[in-house]
């Protein structure tokens, strides 16, 4: 039997009148049950979970089932009642078994799915769209479970003789007992009776031999659909795999022979056709790119959607094989002759890359509640930089880190410079990296660390081709500025944000524009939109984005709008939309190709031939995204892989000791340090401000930069020359000493001291 039992809480679709309410589900052996957890009926969630988990192993969905659990524990020792047996759980409201139920996702909502049973339907929605996924593959599992149950099944109720069958069938018995009477009452003789009850068994035992047989039937049904689907997987992996061989063979064999014709990129997706305009170092780039996990999963995705129909085309391609190589050339497979051509010399030295974990560790010590409404209610109107708060609302991450994260599909710009200067076909690349940008924000609500002065994140992600630094150079406004570098293109930016609080909601203006500029001289610049968190006091909270994004490239003057809808309403289907077009130097609208989407999932374009091109797709969640919501390319961004203690400037955020502690679960340790190094920042700025300001170490300001219009802080170089060095000249200790002086001397101050003492860093 299905031994799991899963338990969450989840918005139920009531009726018109009462519309979307919230309930406890609980589901265990197939059957899904929920409870009422506000009004007069609702049940002790703390009680109920504690004779859950004495019946199996419990697994909580969603943050909103910790807090509503940890509100009924404080309730229960408040009012006394300290154990599951002192007080009596009501029943359910109601139920649903899964085995004859048919489970379906929302197309148009990422958080809803429904379940039939053929005489009702349950509308339900998950807090986000990654718990959405996690009910799935629970009631997946559990009427798999179901499915596959047979005869050999020990609770299964289909004995093999006469003798089980009678005796385990309290319904069968009944019935055979009430027929034995009723014959006595007509007078009926003990053989008659015994004759009677021998022919209702032998029919008995019939109709159950008959529905094992079709339980039979149908598993090996299943299981022989599950064979051929398995095939179809292998099947087409195999074409992917030979197609790629192919590819590969077919170019380093004409170079060998020195006659490369112009128009690689037809001869790459299997046209028979040369294309004599298109430039040889831009198609084989696209042939030879850099392979990532991220990138096959567009591929794959792009795959199947090409099979079913849903996208006219996949790139160029047209037809179905087109389709299949085209989208092979788009993913970047990696090809030898040409990575050893465009790999610059700081890679090779980066290579191989180190092996990159996939969660944080577990948490060292149970996390304390804090009342948000305690601490924010004072902090109206104010900035938020300038107010202190506990790490029980900070999130492991520095919003250094945060600039860094947004170069995670850094993939879509390789895509991009295989494209003509100016292109169309570029800038829709261009646009879908400016959106992906803001994918891993779907559930983050934690604050990102504010960086101290001078604070640095350094990334250097040599499976990407993709080096970037980023710096704190203002303290008052919060100015960070960054620099990164591909393999044909360069990113800059800077960027304040002022952020205000209004009671219910954070909104966040970042000021400033971000410059890609590609190796050909194509240059493009782009604004960031208004971000807000919302429902802070009552309510769930979540993040939001609104506001319309420009994108205009140097050399033909081309813009794209992309308008970012805010969620509403009277317009949830509208949630997290994107929509953008493209216009003319002359301000005239371009009838396509057209953008469409939505930032947390997937960027599509419609073509002027009609067909419809994946751009990009967020990945998968991780197997363990914890409480903060981070992707899997966050979840390694503060990782210190060996040998990469030696190589980081003292100043990088990852030495950072609360920050530190907060990833390893420390939470007064991360307290105690985020207060010393405030301190320490104030008494630092105090004596700046006595003699010589503090000034940024690896980027200038640009004098006559028009605030909002062009970059007000230009990187000077150094760094990545200094990292290679091991030599950190003009680096300010902004960390100070390890431990304030009412910490434990037990923990350690900084990573590299967590190192030498066996702390679980890299775990």
Excluded at 453 to 465: C, N, P, Q, S
Aim: net charge negative; proline share 6%.
């Amino acid at each position: 039997m299905y031994k799991q039992i899963v338990a969450g809480v989840l918005v139920k679709y009531v009726n018109f009148g009462k519309g979307w309410r919230h309930r406890l589900f609980v589901l265990q052996n197939g059957v899904l049950r929920y409870y009422k957890v506000f009004g007069e009926s609702r049940v002790n969630v703390h009680v109920l979970f504690e004779q859950l988990r004495k019946q199996g192993e419990l697994t909580l969905i969603g943050a909103e089932t910790s807090i509503v659990e940890n509100k009924w524990k404080r309730n229960n020792v408040l009012t006394g009642i300290s154990s599951p047996g002192s007080h009596e759980i009501i029943a359910p409201q109601a139920e649903m078994h899964l085995q004859v139920s048919k489970l379906q996702e929302s197309s148009t909502d990422y958080r809803k799915f429904y379940i039939h049973n053929g005489a009702k339907v349950m509308r339900l929605r998950a807090e986000t769209k990654e718990d959405r996924w996690a009910w799935m593959q629970a009631l997946r599992q559990a009427k798999e479970v179901w499915d596959d149950r047979t005869p050999e099944t020990p609770d299964v109720t289909a004995p093999k003789s006469n003798a089980r069958i009678v005796s385990g069938d309290n319904n069968f018995l009944m019935d055979l007992e009430g027929v034995h009477e009723r014959l006595k009452e007509r007078g009926a003789t003990d053989d008659l009776c015994s004759y009677v009850e021998d022919l209702l068994m032998n029919q008995h035992q019939r109709y159950h031999n008959f529905m094992t047989a079709e339980a039979d039937k149908r598993r090996l049904l299943l299981e022989y659909l599950h064979k051929l689907e398995n095939d179809k997987r292998q099947l087409e992996t195999a074409m992917v795999v030979e197609s790629r061989i192919s590819n590969k063979n077919r170019i380093v064999s004409r170079r060998s022979l020195g006659d490369t014709p112009d128009g690689m990129e037809q001869s790459e997706v299997g046209s028979e056709q040369s294309d004599t305009d298109a430039d040889e170092d831009d198609s084989t780039e696209r042939a030879d790119s850099a392979s990532t996990d991220e990138d096959e999963e567009v591929f794959y995705d792009a795959l199947e959607l090409a099979r079913s129909g849903s996208l006219g085309s996949v790139g160029r391609s047209g037809s179905l094989d087109q389709a299949l190589s085209g989208a092979v050339v788009s993913a970047h497979l990696p090809n030898e002759t040409s990575m050893q051509e465009d790999i610059p010399g700081w890679m090779a030295k980066e290579l191989p890359p180190p092996p990159r974990r996939d969660r944080l560790p577990p948490p060292a010590q149970q996390e304390k509640s804090v009342s948000l409404w305690s601490i924010i209610k004072e902090c109206v109107g104010k900035d938020l930089s300038r107010i202190c708060l506990p790490v029980y609302f900070n999130e492991p991450l520095s919003a250094l880190q945060r600039i860094a994260e947004e170069m995670e599909y850094s993939e879509l710009i390789d895509v991009a410079a295989s494209y003509p200067p100016g292109s169309q076909e570029r800038m829709l690349y261009v646009a879908a990296f400016a959106v992906s940008g803001y994918s891993s924000t779907a559930g983050r609500t934690s604050k990102p660390f504010n960086p101290l002065l001078g604070e640095t994140y350094e990334l250097v992600h040599a499976e990407k081709g993709l080096r970037a630094i980023v710096e704190k150079v203002v303290h008052h406004p919060t100015v960070l500025a960054a620099y990164g570098e591909g393999r044909k293109w360069t990113f800059a930016g800077d960027a304040e944000v002022k952020s205000k609080f209004w009671g219910r909601s954070i909104e966040l203006t970042p000021i400033g524009l971000l410059t890609l500029s590609f190796n050909d001289g194509d240059v493009y610049t782009w604004n960031k939109v208004v971000s807000s968190i919302n429902n802070l006091i009552i309510g769930k909270i979540y993040v939001d984005h609104g506001g319309t994004m420009r994108i205009h490239s140097s050399h033909s003057n081309l813009v794209c709008k992309l308008k970012f809808k805010e969620q509403g309403v009277l317009r949830m289907r509208e949630a997290h939309e994107v929509r953008g077009h493209f216009e003319l130097p002359t301000g005239e609208k371009v009838e396509k190709p057209l953008l469409f989407g939505k930032w947390d999932e997937a960027m599509y374009a419609d073509m002027p031939d009609g067909s419809q091109t994946l751009l990009w797709q967020k990945s998968e969640p991780p197997p363990d995204p914890t409480r903060y919501n981070l992707t899997k390319w966050a979840i390694q961004l503060n990782e210190i892989t060996p040998g990469l203690e030696k190589k980081l400037a003292p100043t990088d955020c990852r030495l950072r000791p609360d920050q530190h502690h907060l990833e390893l679960g420390e939470y007064d340790q991360a307290n105690a340090e985020k207060l010393r190094l405030e301190t320490k920042q104030r008494a630092a700025r105090k004596a700046a401000e006595r003699g010589d300001p503090i000034r940024p170490r690896w980027f200038t300001r640009v004098e006559g930069a028009v605030p909002g219009r062009q970059q007000a802080y230009k990187y000077h170089g150094g760094y990545f020359e200094a990292r290679e060095a091991g030599q950190w000249p003009g680096v300010r200790d902004i960390f100070g000493p390890g431990l304030p002086t009412d910490s434990p001397a037990s923990y350690p101050s900084s990573p590299t001291a967590a190192r030498a003492q066996g702390s679980p860093l890299s775990a």
